[in-house]
């Protein structure tokens, strides 16, 4: 990811304006978040990934969503779980090499593999959170669906997009 604080700054901005004006249904909850910080260069280790992902969580939450540590909650546990994900998809030389993946060097399938994990991780806890206890069971089970279908769709060209190569 070049130019990370900027990139990260106006992805973040990004979601914001998601949240705030594409409201297309109660089933879907469309994040960009978790892609994010999945495509952050490993170089960022767990302590740095999880205070990059309280920040993100904190701006999305003031500026957006009204309630105030959802997202935060949501992105801890993917943060908390990148590096290990990252090193179980793409090996021990992306974290010795601190570097990020790319398409190019890693594959589709196994990038593919980690967005999908990272989606569901996230929008599992932000229904949870979300008063799942409120709604029945169903309907929780099918935002959750809906949301990471959309989500990952949303995400591949997301990421292939902010993980180019520099050649």
Not at 62 to 88: D, H, Q, S, T, Y
């Amino acid at each position: 990811m070049r130019n990370n604080l900027l990139t990260v700054c106006l992805l973040v901005f990004a979601q914001v304006l998601v949240c705030n004006y594409l409201s297309l249904s109660p089933y879907l909850t469309l994040s960009i978040l978790p892609v994010i910080l999945f495509a952050l260069p490993t170089k960022y280790g767990t302590v740095a990934t999880l205070f990059i992902a309280f920040a993100m969580g904190l701006a999305v939450d003031f500026m957006a969503e009204g309630w105030l540590g959802l997202n935060i909650v949501a992105l801890l546990p993917v943060a908390a779980l990148k590096r290990a994900l990252c090193e179980a998809l793409f090996g021990d030389e992306i974290i010795e090499r601190e570097e990020s993946f790319s398409f190019e060097k890693y594959g589709l399938g196994k990038i593919i593999f980690g967005i999908i994990v990272c989606q569901a991780l996230f929008l599992f806890i932000y229904v949870w959170a979300d008063g799942s206890s409120a709604y029945p069971l169903s309907f929780s089970a099918t935002r959750w669906l809906v949301s990471s279908v959309a989500g990952v769709l949303v995400s591949i060209p997301l990421a292939n997009m902010i993980t180019k190569e520099d050649r």
